[in-house]
């Protein structure tokens, strides 16, 4: 692990730089995010997300606070809400406007008391400093164009003994309709937590979520 983590710092330039332009393709536009925010609002998504048993697996309790990198339309702000309760606090972040409107309108609607949202950056999620129990990425580490310098991220917002849930799918042929995760996906399961070991969290468990299409991945803050 030494040898991969000085051979991450040796590359640092090439890790900087863009590297999920494949699977940021359709989030140039609203248009595109518009279409995409279709599938992540679908009625068929709780079905398929299982948000219940995911919310279990992130060991959510009253009390806590806990971020949704990548909230998008907000799908699972009403399961993190619920999870950690009155005393709890939700940070909803995304990096589109339109994304954060549609989210804030469903905390709303839902009546949400407990959800601050925050806007940032493709480099930097704009986190506050040391308040966060968990930060939670789900299907959104792939879209990362610069995952080090989130990851530095997370590391700041997190308390100490935070966790960092991320999960994401399978690099095969088989996790996503069509193939596609093939070339949509940047990093296999292996590459994922090396990636992320590399800028010091540790991995404390991973299981799937999702058989044959998503995983989860546990990690605890340096």
Known sequence: MRKFAALVLLCWPALAAQVASEANTRYQTHEGRMQVAQGLDGSNRAATQRPEELVRAMDLKPGMAVADVGTGVGFMLPYLSKAVGPSGRVIAEDIFDDFLTAATERAQRDRLQNITFIKGLEDDPHLPGGILDVVLALDSYHHYNYPQKMLAGFIRALKPGGRLV?????????????G?????????????????EASGFRLLSKHDHIPGKQYMAIFARP
């Open 180 to 196: 596609q995760a093939m070339h949509h996906i940047r990093l296999d399961q292996a590459g994922l937590i090396q990636e992320v």
């Open 166 to 178: 991320i999960v994401e799918y399978h690099k095969t042929p088989d996790a996503m309709p069509g």
